[in-house]
């Protein structure tokens, strides 16, 4: 079975520019979340996805965005990109709402110039 | 507000020693616990998780981890540690509430041969 793919795998933009960032979830998997880490922040939740519908959000200011498709397939965006938001952008998929594990991609690594 | 604290960014135990790495949290409702390891340029790997039951744990590689409700820690440990070991975990705690996945800042591992 698959595992949870991300794209692209590497991306730098500049300061004002935007980006999306795709997720691939393990088939069958419903529930797909993203995670923003930093070394100075950490890991920092940013949404959660299930059957189209976003369930959680993390304390992200709204330049950061996403959906999911109905083929549980999920994208972020982040609009008017700041230095501070270069980062590894993680998206973890589980088969269903709830204390289930996480199943993470390897991630988006994401450099703002 | 819920959390969840790693009090060592680094753990440095001897091959073959015990090793623990420690985790306290802070949620309201019922915790989910959880540990994940990551490795250099690699998203992250579930190891186990607390739901309900056994206070005691057992995971993947030869990991465990003790619930101690009173305390509010999930220790992970490990009887025998090995070189391979050595990466980044992290405790993360779902508020059975909200049902958001916090982390806690990571600690890093290092098993000397």
């Known amino acids: 079975k698959a595992g949870v793919t991300q794209t692209p795998r590497y991306l730098i933009k500049t300061r004002g520019q935007q980006v999306t960032l795709s997720c691939s979830p393990i088939s069958g998997h419903r529930s797909v979340s993203w995670y923003q880490q930093t070394p100075g922040q950490g890991l920092q939740f940013l949404f959660e996805y299930f059957s189209e519908t976003q369930r959680n959000k993390g304390n992200f200011p709204g330049r950061f965005s996403g959906r999911q498709f109905s083929n549980s397939r999920s994208e972020m965006n982040v609009s008017t990109l700041e230095l501070g938001d270069s980062a590894l952008y993680l998206c973890?998929?589980?088969?269903?709402?709830?204390?289930?594990?996480?199943?993470f991609g390897e991630g988006s690594r994401l450099t703002v110039l | 507000a819920q959390s969840v604290a790693q009090p060592e960014d680094q753990v440095n135990v001897a091959e073959g020693n015990p090793l623990t790495v420690k985790c306290t949290y802070s949620v309201s409702g019922n915790p989910y616990l959880f540990w994940y390891v990551q490795y250099p340029n690699r998203g992250l790997q579930f190891l186990l998780k607390y739901i309900t039951g056994d206070n005691l744990v057992k995971g993947s590689y030869g990991f465990e981890a003790e619930f101690n409700k009173s305390q509010t820690s999930f220790h992970l440990k490990k009887p025998s540690a090995l070189v391979s070991d050595s990466a980044l975990y992290f405790c993360a705690v779902r508020d059975g509430n909200t049902g958001k996945l916090i982390f806690g800042q990571g600690t890093t591992l290092q098993v000397k041969p």
């Open positions: 973890a998929s589980s088969f269903q709402e709830g204390p289930g594990e996480l199943f």
